[in-house]
T-cell receptor
Framework: GAGVSQTPSNKVTEKGKYVELRCDPI?????LYWYRQSLGQGPEFLIY????????DSGLPNDRFFAVRPEGSVSTLKIQRTERGDSAVYLC???FGGGSSGANVLTFGAGSRLTVL | DAKTTQPPSMDCAEGRAANLPCNHS???????VYWYRQIHSQGPQYIIH???NNETNEMASLIITEDRKSSTLILPHATLRDTAVYYC??????????????FGAGTRLAVHP
């Protein structure tokens, strides 16, 4: 597609439930990023992928959070045993990746808003 | 990672230039300055980036001081649609050159009629 697509756009769940959030990056983009944004704050880095592998998962808050990108395109962010503090907008971004020219801008999706009751 | 400092909020009259400042006094020689903005309920949108020279594109101009310790994003003729949170980010250059961006709180720009 023309942009980064994220589904669902809104997800309401109960505390303790399992949630999956999906990201379809721009075709041909090898780098994929997940961010989390709480109300009134800037996006917080979670993880990024180079192709199929997670090259940097230092932003994942704990082991309840996990992300995969099995074929180097679509990625799924998985959250186990959700807590009320997980409520946020989860943003996905993609870029061509690589290089050192600084020109690898990130294109963001509109985000998935997660509400944990 | 070089830290950036931005004013939390600014106002601008429609049709006037909006000048958004950013301090990044600890920037290193191979770090770029990026600007993104986020309109309500949307994901961040790339605006412009630069290393040491001033840059201009169809959206904005970026003025970087000679010592690179600060920069200014200029929207030459602000419109109501430019109301957004503007993020100044210094790029973390990591292995492979992938663009891990660390966002601060940004500047909330309100353009009024």
């Amino acid at each position: 597609g023309a942009g980064v697509s994220q589904t669902p756009s809104n997800k309401v769940t109960e505390k303790g439930k399992y949630v999956e959030l999906r990201c379809d990056p721009i075709s041909g983009h090898t780098a994929l990023y997940w961010y989390r944004q709480s109300l009134g704050q800037g996006p917080e880095f979670l993880i990024y992928f180079q192709g199929t592998g997670a090259a940097d998962d230092s932003g994942l808050p704990n082991d309840r959070f996990f992300a995969v990108r099995p074929e180097g395109s679509v990625s799924t962010l998985k959250i186990q045993r959700t807590e009320r503090g997980d409520s946020a907008v989860y943003l996905c971004a993609s870029s061509f990746g690589g290089g050192s020219s600084g020109a690898n801008v990130l294109t963001f999706g509109a985000g998935s808003r997660l509400t944990v009751l | 990672d070089a830290k950036t400092t931005q004013p939390p909020s600014m106002d601008c009259a429609e049709g006037r230039a909006a000048n958004l400042p950013c301090n990044h006094s600890t920037i290193s020689g191979n770090e770029y300055v990026y600007w993104y903005r986020q309109i309500h309920s949307q994901g961040p949108q790339y605006i412009i980036h630069g290393l040491k020279n001033n840059e201009t594109n169809e959206m904005a101009s970026l003025i970087i001081t000679e010592d690179r310790k600060s920069s200014t994003l200029i929207l030459p003729h602000a419109t109501l649609r430019d109301t957004a949170v503007y993020y100044c980010i210094v790029r973390v250059l990591i292995s492979g050159g992938y663009n891990k961006l660390i966002f601060g709180a940004g500047t909330r720009l309100a353009v009024h009629p």
